[in-house]
């Protein structure tokens, strides 16, 4: 949780995973993680709709991320959760068949530094104005949604559905293959693996609890705390079984 700059990412012997990020990063940042890059580092980004390409930009990278929704008729129960079965021979995508994935962006590639790993299918479409529908202009897939780009000396892999890579999301498809060849492919040749964290926005059930009680009336939280008091009452003892018997 600390800054970029105070990190000792050394690219022979490291590598950084950066998921779903949603602060804005530095010029500064971009251009160390460039150099480190660049001198044979490895690094991770996985993300969506979030701060990906200020990153990708400051470094100098040929790759976006698309920041728009893919939807897809190849899908499980509807087309936000798209099913990837287009997928090109790679570490990454080794005994992998199918993905499924969870509100995927995708990504904007360069064939001269990048290669395409997974594709959405030709059914897929990026919802550009956010109404779910598929309209006339907005473009037509297939899609790259996982992505190797080179550069100098080192890799950047690039995810564009950090929601595949959840708990929930492990059971469906081959995605818990798929979650353990990105850890192999990550930790490959190297000593340290570090997660950039202060990128990130917690949940901060202080915060949360302060910000929803400023907006209840006095008589509504005493209400809750007379409710709270009864259900603890009732879970932890049996004097509201006694009083309702009475």
Known sequence: QVRLDSVDLDPRTSALVIV????????????????????????LLADDFGTGNDL???MNSTSRFSRDLVMDLAYEKQPEFTVLFDLRADQLTRNVSTLLLNYPSSLTVDPATTDALAYSSIASWLDTNGNRLQE????????????????????????????????????YGDNAQFASNLIDEVCRDRTSIMFDES?????????????????????AKVALVVVGLVLTLWLATDLVDIAVAW
């Not at 202080?206 to 400023?214: D, E, L, R, W």
């Open 136 to 171: 006339w202009g907005e473009p037509r897939g297939p899609f790259p949604v996982l992505a190797r780009e080179e550069m100098g000396n080192g890799t950047i892999i690039l995810l564009s559905d950090p929601s595949v890579l959840i708990n929930g999301m492990k059971g």
């Open 20 to 43: 779903g990020p949603t602060k804005d990063f530095t010029d500064a940042e971009g251009a160390i993680l460039e150099n480190y890059v660049r001198e044979g580092g490895r690094l």
């Open 199 to 219: 990128h990130r926005d917690f949940f901060d059930p202080i915060s949360v609890t302060m910000q929803f009680s400023g907006l209840l009336s006095t008589n």
């Open 56 to 58: 990708l930009e400051a």
